[in-house]
């Protein structure tokens, strides 16, 4: 298992830009696959983008293909999420989630998750 806590949420205005965080416990981040889901009030969660071990691969739902972009740095155990051109409807609760061995596509059975944060996109 590993721990993980996201931060960088906030309040930001349409056409805008946030960069999310996602800081993972322990000595064995390279070994998990990593993604990023969300959920809009009454709304189901939904998958937003997944990278691999390396960070050599990566999957983005067509909703934010173009606009977010996810990347990682294993030395700092931190994945993030840079969301461009953010519209209202990108505003949801963020999680992080992570994957031993997985390959950061919707598809993985996504075992570890965050806490979240709350990001809010006003018009």
């Known amino acids: 298992q590993v721990a993980l806590v996201e931060s960088g949420g906030g309040l930001v205005q349409a056409g805008g830009s946030l960069r999310l965080s996602c800081a993972a416990s322990g000595r064995t981040f390279s070994r998990y696959a990593m993604g990023w889901f969300r959920q809009a009030p009454g709304k189901e969660r939904e998958f937003v983008a997944g990278?691999?071990?390396?960070?050599?691969?990566?999957s983005y739902a067509d909703s934010v293909k173009g606009r977010f972009i996810i990347s990682r740095e294993n030395t700092k155990n931190t994945v993030y999420l840079q969301m461009n051109s953010l519209k209202v409807e990108d505003t949801a609760v963020y999680y992080c989630a992570a994957r031993i061995w997985g390959l950061g596509r919707e598809t993985d059975p996504f075992d570890d998750w965050g806490q979240g944060t709350q990001v809010t996109v006003s018009s």
């Open positions: 990278i691999n071990l390396s960070g050599s691969s990566t």
